[in-house]
């Protein structure tokens, strides 16, 4: 798993975030960016089929 960190606003250390207490984290972002994800895996593949044809 790759081990993500976050910097506290105040002082400025890095917190190493364990699978645990990043999960909500890493969830949340995961289904705000997934829809563009999914967009744009159908659209690029159209993309790529127009651009063949001319």
Known sequence: MIEST?????CKIEIRLTE????????SIRRQFEPQL???????PLFACE???Q
């Open 6 to 10: 976050i910097t506290c606003p105040a």
């Open 20 to 27: 645990s207490p990043a999960a909500p984290l890493i969830e």
């Open 38 to 44: 999914v967009q744009k895996m159908t659209v690029l």
């Open 51 to 53: 651009r063949e044809l």
